[in-house]
């Protein structure tokens, strides 16, 4: 039966921060980064840090979470939530997370919608003054 129970279990992995970095494109030291800011925990093998599974899911969903804006410490929160209360908390907390940075997102698409259309005011106003200048810029 134990044979059994060894199939079904996926094999223990572990990852250098060479493989991660070049699976994910980041750098050893957002890896070092990552680790000193308890996002990721490897473990030691000599002076080599040995990342497991576990360790490149959670880098997967820390670069997720960066390239959406998400601050270190949400991503934390995030990853904590998993480690305390389970997937559905996490989840849950995720949303509540994502649903405020998309509200941030949307304000500075205003802000940077009303910037716009200022400078395209403006620039037509000094168009309309300089012409030659226009024409120069358009060559």
């Not at 840090?49 to 899911?57: L, N």
């Not at 904590?80 to 949307?106: C, F, K, M, P």
Request: a neutral charge; proline letters at 4%; one cysteine or more.
């Amino acid at each position: 039966m134990s044979t059994f129970l060894n199939l079904r279990r996926p094999p223990y992995r572990t990852y250098s921060i060479t493989q991660l970095c070049r699976e994910f494109g980041a750098t050893p030291r957002a890896l070092r980064f990552y680790e000193e800011q308890g996002l990721l925990s490897p473990g030691r093998r000599d002076t080599s840090r040995v990342y497991s599974y576990k360790d490149r899911a959670r880098l997967q969903l820390i670069l997720q979470g960066r390239r959406v804006g998400l601050s270190i410490a949400e991503i934390r929160d995030i990853l904590d939530t998993y480690d305390e209360e389970g997937s559905a908390a996490q989840d849950a907390e995720a949303l509540r997370i994502h649903h405020r940075r998309v509200e941030q997102l949307e304000q500075q698409r205003q802000h940077v919608d009303e910037a716009i259309a200022a400078l395209k005011e403006a620039q037509d106003r000094l168009t309309a003054k300089y012409p030659s200048i226009a024409t120069e810029l358009d060559s």
